[in-house]
């Protein structure tokens, strides 16, 4: 019994197989397999063809591809070409302007692939060079027809680059003239007027031209009557009825599922306003899923195997799929908004308000079905212009008084709380009043399908914006509550090694670009039109990340909002790479070398000043920015050099010299313009040097270069330190210099490795100078440790009654 369904089964799984393998492999597998078949035990097996290195160019872009693709492109102008009803002119252009826009995609995507082609196949040419002229000696015959064959095959290459070239113009104009076209036609419709439904002209007309309209109405309705008696007969019953019994459970799940989901929401996250957000968050997406699985669950019970089912019920159908998400979305708004529990709603409200506007997304639900079902009206039933006309005023009058209702219940809301803040509910309240007044005015004066577009672009924005809300509410809620350092996520982010700093950044950081994006969608949406089309949507939202891409060159500067992501994550990229390898050079490769630290800071800022050079690099390639857009640039800067920027190349010239001969390192003692003191940082533009008095000088570069420097450190070792006192004669000098070194030796910071010495350097005036050296201990300021020096030996000379005259001079520190 087991080995039947495998039996017919294995051919199905081995065609999937071999579909799936790469068509050179399966061409190759086949011509190995006839050549065994062919071949006999006796015969040695031939030699397998060599796999070549390069893909077949005909594999990637085929000339049965290339057909297609111009054939498509033709198609497309001549079918934009032909003239169509009124009512249909929008939906053809619609689906033409879809065509034509995967046709470009299409012509990019091969361009794309098969433009390294080319330059692979003239790196070969260049290998095997040029071919000998007539007085050289003639090179191998294999050589000739491998440059025979390579030259072949670019010119190939050559000729399928222009031919999707072509076609990749002729698409984008194509997109052009079709998006023009079309926003012309919906320019045209929107200021088309009828006559007023309140007259009498408007009715003789229709009466007129009722007949056909109702022959098609008829015949529509016996299509869907057949369609359902055929659905519930027989065998096909039992289906129908099990479709619409999952359907059925699906939504009775999706209703009980509330109280579930907010058990779990109380369980995992922290009180406060994030529960009821992320709630109705969920919920709303297990609302979206389940009616439309279970509409498109029915109807497939209905649909399957039906033959009475013709085009125009099956297309009505998918309109209305589309509307059914957007239907549970504003059910579950409903439910979970104005929910009976207080803590459970997002927008804090009175329950009277909330148990008034409890039917207002039932209606709003219903209202998106009928919409659905007036779509199919307006594009494919084939009535005449005024019944269509009349059924989008109906609807427009239907809708409009909700926007009259719900602003009355808010103004009832905020009479009753007159000490509530001051909100942007009364503007809210009078631009749905304002809209609802227009679109009254505007059916009853003639202008139908601007009233219509203007209540159904209402419609799909209040819908899509609560939903962009109620994430942007969730991810900002998630970012100040669950994901900072001191919540219960960024508390486990912070014990695996991350810094608490950078987890708070995070999260303030990641819900500010996800509202971005949101804004970003909102903008698509906004000005996709009035159908909502997830696919218009969808492109609408690539053309503002990247711009219209057939526009640009490769040479031109372009701005795209990828592009402007791109350079603000450059920076924050690259400085934390660059962090990262200056703590690589810190900690594990400077302490192997035998460097000074003057080096190492030499080191350092090289590295640092070309790797923020190559993200300039970067961030200018990602805006289209090459040398040769840029030579006006490198034209200004060179008059601005040679007139006002003289200093600060020069300065910056002077700091590249600093760093590369280093006569002056970090950490040594100058003297320079007047000023003594210590180098603490060496710049591409500027030195600073750290005073006595702790203030800090920065000077130029190109002072250090120009003007006389002393460089103290260069004269004794560094860390060390020189004493001088002044005794008279009567002193016993052989005891005061002793004590002078034993006080110095004795000294807590001083380096016991270099021992102290003492030396005479001058009689004279009845008195001797003494002159001590030390070092201090390394990583130390040299000059608090010969402080230290200083207190300890006068402490030890007057222990031992030594006179001390007053001094002429004490030797400042010198390192």
């Given at each position: 019994?087991?080995?039947?369904?495998?039996?017919?089964?294995?051919?199905?799984?081995?065609?999937?197989?071999?579909?799936?393998?790469?068509?050179?492999?399966?061409?190759?597998?086949?011509?190995?397999?006839?050549?065994?078949a062919d071949s006999t035990p006796a015969t040695?097996?031939?030699?397998?063809?060599?796999?070549?290195?390069?893909?077949?160019?005909?594999?990637?872009?085929?000339?049965?591809?290339?057909?297609?693709?111009?054939?498509?492109?033709?198609?497309?102008?001549?079918?934009?070409?032909?003239?169509?009803?009124?009512?249909?002119?929008?939906?053809?252009?619609?689906?033409?302007?879809?065509?034509?826009?995967?046709?470009?995609?299409?012509?990019?995507?091969?361009?794309?692939?098969?433009?390294?082609?080319?330059?692979?196949?003239?790196?070969?040419?260049?290998?095997?060079?040029?071919?000998?002229?007539?007085?050289?000696?003639?090179?191998?015959?294999?050589?000739?027809?491998?440059?025979?064959?390579?030259?072949?095959?670019?010119?190939?290459?050559?000729?399928?680059?222009?031919?999707?070239?072509?076609?990749?113009?002729?698409?984008?104009?194509?997109?052009?003239?079709?998006?023009?076209?079309?926003?012309?036609?919906?320019?045209?419709?929107?200021?088309?007027?009828?006559?007023?439904?309140?007259?009498?002209?408007?009715?003789?007309?229709?009466?007129?031209?009722?007949?056909?309209?109702?022959?098609?109405?008829?015949?529509?309705?016996?299509?869907?009557?057949?369609?359902?008696?055929?659905?519930?007969?027989?065998?096909?019953?039992?289906?129908?009825?099990?479709?619409?019994?999952?359907?059925?459970?699906?939504?009775?799940?999706?209703?009980?599922?509330?109280?579930?989901?907010?058990?779990?929401?109380?369980?995992?996250?922290?009180?406060?306003?994030?529960?009821?957000?992320?709630?109705?968050?969920?919920?709303?997406?297990?609302?979206?899923?389940?009616?439309?699985?279970?509409?498109?669950?029915?109807?497939?019970?209905?649909?399957?195997?039906?033959?009475?089912?013709?085009?125009?019920?099956?297309?009505?159908?998918?309109?209305?799929?589309?509307?059914?998400?957007?239907?549970?979305?504003?059910?579950?708004?409903?439910?979970?908004?104005?929910?009976?529990?207080?803590?459970?709603?997002?927008?804090?409200?009175?329950?009277?308000?909330?148990?008034?506007?409890?039917?207002?997304?039932?209606?709003?639900?219903?209202?998106?079905?009928?919409?659905?079902?007036?779509?199919?009206?307006?594009?494919k039933s084939g009535l005449s212009i005024l019944?269509?006309?009349?059924?989008?005023?109906?609807?427009?009058?239907?809708?409009?008084?909700?926007?009259?209702?719900?602003?009355?219940?808010?103004?009832?809301?905020?009479?009753?709380?007159?000490?509530?803040?001051?909100?942007?509910?009364?503007?809210?309240?009078?631009?749905?009043?304002?809209?609802?007044?227009?679109?009254?005015?505007?059916?009853?004066?003639?202008?139908?399908?601007?009233?219509?577009?203007?209540?159904?672009?209402?419609?799909?924005?209040?819908?899509?914006?609560?939903?962009?809300?109620?994430?942007?509410?969730?991810?900002?809620?998630?970012?100040?509550?669950?994901?900072?350092?001191?919540?219960?996520?960024?508390?486990?982010?912070?014990?695996?090694?991350?810094?608490?700093?950078?987890?708070?950044?995070?999260?303030?950081?990641?819900?500010?670009?996800?509202?971005?994006?949101?804004?970003?969608?909102?903008?698509?949406?906004?000005?996709?039109?009035?159908?909502?089309?997830?696919?218009?949507?969808?492109?609408?939202?690539?053309?503002?990340?990247?711009?219209?891409?057939?526009?640009?060159?490769?040479?031109?500067?372009?701005?795209?909002?990828?592009?402007?992501?791109?350079?603000?994550?450059?920076?924050?990229?690259?400085?934390?790479?660059?962090?990262?390898?200056?703590?690589?050079?810190?900690?594990?490769?400077?302490?192997?070398?035998?460097?000074?630290?003057?080096?190492?800071?030499?080191?350092?800022?090289?590295?640092?000043?070309?790797?923020?050079?190559?993200?300039?690099?970067?961030?200018?390639?990602?805006?289209?920015?090459?040398?040769?857009?840029?030579?006006?640039?490198?034209?200004?800067?060179?008059?601005?050099i040679g007139f006002g920027l003289q200093s600060?190349?020069?300065?910056?010239?002077?700091?590249?010299?600093?760093?590369?001969?280093?006569?002056?390192?970090?950490?040594?003692?100058?003297?320079?313009?007047?000023?003594?003191?210590?180098?603490?940082?060496?710049?591409?533009?500027?030195?600073?040097?750290?005073?006595?008095?702790?203030?800090?000088?920065?000077?130029?570069?190109?002072?250090?270069?120009?003007?006389?420097?002393?460089?103290?450190?260069?004269?004794?070792?560094?860390?060390?330190?020189?004493?001088?006192?002044?005794?008279?004669?009567?002193?016993?000098?052989?005891?005061?210099?002793?004590?002078?070194?034993?006080?110095?030796?004795?000294?807590?910071?001083?380096?016991?490795?270099?021992?102290?010495?003492?030396?005479?350097?001058?009689?004279?005036?009845?008195?001797?100078?003494?002159?001590?050296?030390?070092?201090?201990?390394?990583?130390?300021?040299?000059?608090?440790?010969?402080?230290?020096?200083?207190?300890?030996?006068?402490?030890?000379?007057?222990?031992?009654?030594?006179?001390?005259?007053?001094?002429?001079?004490?030797?400042?520190?010198?390192?």
């Amino acid at each position: 019994m087991t080995s039947k369904p495998f039996r017919v089964l294995f051919p199905v799984l081995a065609i999937l197989f071999m579909g799936l393998m790469p068509p050179s492999l399966t061409v190759q597998h086949a011509a190995q397999a006839a050549e065994t078949a062919d071949s006999t035990p006796a015969t040695a097996p031939s030699k397998q063809p060599a796999t070549p290195l390069i893909s077949d160019i005909s594999v990637v872009a085929s000339d049965a591809t290339l057909d297609q693709m111009g054939s498509e492109i033709r198609s497309i102008y001549q079918d934009s070409l032909k003239n169509y009803s009124k009512s249909e002119n929008a939906a053809v252009f619609a689906s033409l302007l879809k065509r034509a826009t995967v046709a470009s995609t299409r012509a990019d995507a091969l361009l794309a692939k098969i433009k390294p082609y080319e330059s692979v196949y003239q790196s070969f040419l260049d290998i095997l060079g040029k071919p000998p002229g007539k007085d050289e000696a003639p090179e191998a015959a294999s050589m000739t027809e491998q440059r025979k064959a390579l030259t072949a095959k670019q010119r190939d290459i050559s000729g399928r680059i222009t031919r999707l070239k072509l076609y990749q113009l002729e698409a984008q104009q194509l997109v052009d003239e079709l998006r023009q076209h079309g926003t012309a036609i919906q320019q045209a419709t929107l200021t088309q007027r009828f006559p007023s439904p309140i007259g009498v002209n408007f009715w003789t007309q229709l009466v007129a031209s009722s007949g056909d309209d109702a022959n098609r109405v008829s015949a529509f309705a016996q299509e869907t009557g057949s369609v359902l008696l055929e659905a519930f007969k027989g065998r096909h019953a039992l289906l129908t009825l099990g479709c619409m019994a999952v359907s059925g459970l699906l939504l009775a799940l999706y209703f009980f599922c509330h109280n579930i989901v907010r058990l779990l929401v109380a369980r995992f996250l922290p009180t406060g306003r994030i529960r009821p957000i992320a709630a109705t968050v969920i919920c709303a997406i297990i609302s979206i899923l389940a009616w439309a699985f279970a509409f498109r669950i029915t109807w497939a019970g209905i649909a399957f195997n039906n033959p009475a089912l013709g085009e125009d019920l099956d297309t009505l159908a998918d309109m209305v799929a589309a509307q059914v998400p957007l239907c549970g979305f504003v059910i579950e708004l409903g439910i979970s908004l104005l929910s009976r529990k207080p803590e459970w709603r997002v927008f804090p409200m009175p329950d009277k308000i909330a148990r008034n506007l409890r039917l207002f997304p039932i209606w709003f639900a219903v209202a998106l079905i009928i919409r659905g079902v007036l779509r199919y009206v307006d594009t494919k039933s084939g009535l005449s212009i005024l019944p269509i006309q009349l059924m989008d005023g109906l609807y427009t009058l239907a809708v409009s008084p909700l926007l009259f209702a719900i602003p009355r219940q808010l103004r009832l809301s905020a009479e009753e709380n007159d000490d509530a803040q001051p909100t942007v509910a009364p503007f809210l309240r009078t631009v749905a009043m304002a809209i609802s007044i227009v679109c009254w005015l505007a059916v009853l004066s003639g202008y139908i399908p601007l009233a219509y577009t203007i209540i159904s672009w209402v419609s799909v924005m209040a819908v899509s914006m609560t939903g962009l809300l109620l994430i942007s509410l969730l991810a900002t809620a998630l970012g100040s509550s669950v994901f900072p350092s001191h919540g219960p996520i960024g508390q486990h982010l912070v014990q695996l090694g991350l810094a608490a700093r950078l987890v708070d950044q995070a999260s303030v950081v990641i819900p500010g670009l996800i509202s971005v994006f949101l804004l970003v969608v909102a903008f698509s949406v906004a000005t996709a039109g009035a159908d909502f089309d997830p696919a218009q949507v969808g492109n609408r939202i690539l053309y503002v990340f990247r711009g219209q891409s057939g526009a640009s060159t490769e040479d031109s500067f372009h701005i795209s909002l990828d592009a402007i992501l791109l350079c603000a994550l450059l920076p924050i990229i690259g400085y934390y790479a660059i962090r990262i390898l200056k703590n690589w050079f810190r900690q594990r490769f400077f302490p192997t070398t035998r460097l000074d630290i003057g080096v190492q800071a030499s080191i350092m800022n090289i590295v640092s000043y070309s790797a923020w050079i190559l993200i300039g690099l970067s961030m200018a390639s990602a805006l289209g920015v090459t040398m040769k857009s840029m030579t006006w640039v490198v034209s200004a800067l060179s008059v601005g050099i040679g007139f006002g920027l003289q200093s600060i190349v020069q300065n910056f010239v002077s700091g590249i010299i600093l760093m590369a001969e280093r006569p002056v390192s970090i950490g040594d003692v100058v003297d320079i313009a007047g000023a003594h003191g210590e180098v603490a940082r060496i710049s591409v533009r500027s030195t600073n040097i750290k005073l006595a008095d702790g203030s800090t000088m920065i000077v130029p570069n190109s002072q250090f270069i120009t003007s006389a420097v002393r460089n103290a450190t260069r004269a004794e070792k560094p860390g060390v330190f020189t004493i001088v006192l002044q005794l008279p004669f009567t002193s016993d000098l052989h005891k005061a210099m002793d004590v002078m070194v034993a006080s110095m030796a004795a000294t807590k910071n001083v380096d016991p490795k270099l021992t102290p010495t003492v030396s005479i350097t001058s009689v004279a005036d009845g008195s001797a100078l003494l002159t001590g050296t030390a070092r201090a201990r390394t990583g130390l300021d040299t000059a608090s440790v010969r402080s230290e020096a200083l207190y300890d030996m006068w402490q030890a000379f007057q222990e031992n009654n030594i006179p001390i005259s007053v001094p002429n001079m004490l030797a400042p520190p010198q390192a």
